[in-house]
């Protein structure tokens, strides 16, 4: 069996999850990068015996949808695919039913899914440090318990939670600009996801491409990238009254 670890990741949390569970299913794992706009997604084709878990962010209870154009690229040969969808602690609402379907038409079979938590891609002080200690211990576990079933032959599809038609989806609007510590070094034009920032002048955006991943910021060696303060402090006000109180991470099997 190879282990496919199929990952849209822009800031980093959703890969942190996902490594969590492929390191304890196997020593041996074969990476697809679905923030790549470079790769030809088309040419990873899976077989019947092979294991992909396929992990995106939660974007307002939705996938992101360029995640979902690269997966929908990938042939999944009806190899047996573990779901994972992390969020920062707010909901993930429609995000696994999404994922499930997107997952079938690419040819996957789900055999079981998480829902994990990490640290919030916009306001960072939401869900910080997360996965911490107690999500490795729970994520290990669940790990332990979907290899039990991959070692078993199982194929069978648990109920995962979300509504059809999915929530309406649409762009949160928030594009990072560069400050006046901008270097125009380039970095976040050559590692965007969507190609949104031109790379001869990455204080030009093209918000009709921008997902507001938060890439841009979260790399940005000189810290000089910035959303709008007055849209980020509603956000945060916002985020304050539902993220409250501890989320723990699912699994569905």
């Given at each position: ?170 762009g949160s609007g928030m594009v990072p600009m560069p ?75």
């Amino acid at each position: 069996m190879k282990l496919y670890e199929i990952c849209f990741s822009p800031t980093g949390g959703t890969k942190k999850v996902s490594r969590l569970l492929s390191e304890t299913l196997s020593d041996n794992v074969i990476s697809v990068d679905l923030t790549d706009p470079a790769l030809k997604f088309s040419d990873v084709r899976l077989e019947r015996d092979d294991t992909a878990i396929i992990a995106v962010p939660s974007y307002g209870g939705r996938v992101p949808q360029t995640a979902i154009q690269r997966l929908s690229d990938i042939h999944g040969g009806n190899a047996r695919a573990i779901l994972v969808c992390v969020y920062g602690n707010r909901d993930y609402e429609d995000t696994l039913a999404e994922l499930e379907d997107t997952a079938a038409a690419a040819g996957f079979q789900t055999i079981a899914a998480v829902a994990a938590i990490a640290e919030h891609s916009i306001a960072r002080q939401f869900a910080a440090g997360r996965p911490d200690a107690a999500d490795t211990k729970q994520l290990k576990s669940f790990a332990g318990r979907i290899r039990s079933k991959l070692e078993q032959g199982g194929r069978t599809t648990p109920a995962i939670p979300g509504n059809r038609p999915y929530k309406k989806g649409g762009g949160s609007g928030m594009v990072p600009m560069p400050g006046d510590d901008c270097v125009r070094c380039g970095l976040c034009a050559r590692q965007c996801p969507t190609g949104a920032i031109d790379l001869a002048d990455p204080g030009k955006v093209d918000a009709g491409r921008c997902i507001s991943c938060m890439r841009c910021i979260a790399l940005c060696p000189h810290a000089a990238r910035h959303l709008e303060p007055g849209m980020l402090a509603a956000v945060r006000e916002m985020l304050q009254k539902v993220c409250i109180q501890r989320r723990d991470c699912e699994l569905f099997i």
